[in-house]
């Protein structure tokens, strides 16, 4: 067994590169956590890997999505991903999730918003979603949390203002608040891109 510990600020695209990179040195993913990954040996290119965020679904969404995986024969492994979410001990109010999702219990959602999908490599590439609309569908879903992560840092900047301290204290807390803001920002100027390019695609093919 191989440990490595990776992590990713692109968890879907830059995980699913780093897996089939590691897959071409023939280790196989055995197991995951937070951080470290689990590897054993396989034959080079023996299997592909893509990865999912279904941390929009509810339980029950997550659930019939695995059976359906394990019907079409996809070895897949839960990954926590945690952005924008509000914990009241171990429930999670997820303000970005679908009808039925909003509430993340420990035994439900939390820890489970990342799927990682093996299959063997059969010479094609390994697509999760069958039309350009499902990727714009899924894109825009992944986006939506980091839109709640701005307004949350915004309503804390807002709290920030109406506390007593120090001026001093409220320029450094806001310069924080700023370099907080800086990755959902991003994230949401790569994910809007993205939709676009398969938005134009869409209208060609049309």
Known sequence: ?????????????GQEKWLNERVTEGLRLSRVGRFIYEFNK???NQFQYAVDYIGNKSNAQRKEYE???????????????NLGQFSIGRIKYRPYANKG??????????????????????????DIYSSLEDKILALK????????????????????????????YIYYLWVILG????????????????????????????
Do not use: W
């Open 1 to 13: 067994m191989i440990k490595k510990m990776r992590i990713f600020l692109d968890p879907i695209e």
């Open 42 to 44: 396989c034959e080079p």
């Open 141 to 168: 879903e992944r986006r939506k949390p980091h839109f709640y992560l701005l307004i949350f840092i915004f309503i804390m900047g807002l709290y920030i203002n109406n506390i007593v301290i120090p001026p001093n």
């Open 101 to 126: 999702g909003k509430l993340a219990t420990s035994r439900g959602m939390i820890n489970r918003e990342i799927l990682i999908l093996e299959k063997e490599y059969d010479g094609k590439t390994f």
């Open 67 to 81: 059976n359906f995986l394990d019907e079409v024969g996809i070895t897949y492994f839960e990954k926590p991903l």
């Open 179 to 206: 370099v907080i803001a800086i990755l959902p920002m991003t994230r949401i100027i790569q994910l809007s891109l993205s939709i676009k390019s398969l938005s134009d695609k869409m209208k060609i093919n049309e």
